[in-house]
């Protein structure tokens, strides 16, 4: 077996991150739940590696930075990640939302290869929230 795609204990740890997040994670989120088992390259060595076997996609937020959510329905190669993503004004929280995102035709000589679709907001934790106080 490629020793790049062994299922070692630091890539089923990073995994269990992703898995239990409902949320994008950005690279201080795993740091801060590996409490220093393991270095920055590691870490991104792992999720570049997910990455390109179709477990994980990229979101870059407004300033950059880029955060990691699992994939769903891609494989090796063939990302099918186009879906908006949501950020939480409130509590900066990234989260996928998988509906299907239309792209127009794009003039002649374009040709796309990856789409990043952030819109910006309150999530309805945030918006409950606000919206209680405000009847209050």
Do not use: W
Not at 82 to 89: A, K, Q
Request: hydrophobic share 30%; net charge positive.
């Amino acid at each position: 077996m490629d020793r790049q795609r062994r299922n070692t204990r630091t890539k089923q740890l990073i995994m269990a991150i992703l898995s239990d997040s409902s949320s994008a994670l950005c690279y201080e989120d795993f740091d801060r739940q590996l409490s220093g088992k393991m270095d920055k390259a590691t870490v991104y060595r792992i999720l570049q590696g997910f990455c390109e076997d179709g477990k994980v996609h990229k979101i870059a937020d407004e300033n950059g930075k880029t955060y990691y959510a699992l994939c769903h329905h891609c494989r090796s190669g063939n990302h099918d990640d186009n879906h908006l993503h949501f950020r939480c004004i409130r509590c900066r929280t990234i989260s996928c939302i998988y509906e299907p995102l239309v792209i127009p035709p794009l003039p002649a000589g374009y040709r796309m290869m990856d789409a990043n679709c952030l819109v910006s907001g309150h999530c309805p934790n945030c918006f409950n929230e606000i919206a209680g106080y405000e009847k209050k």
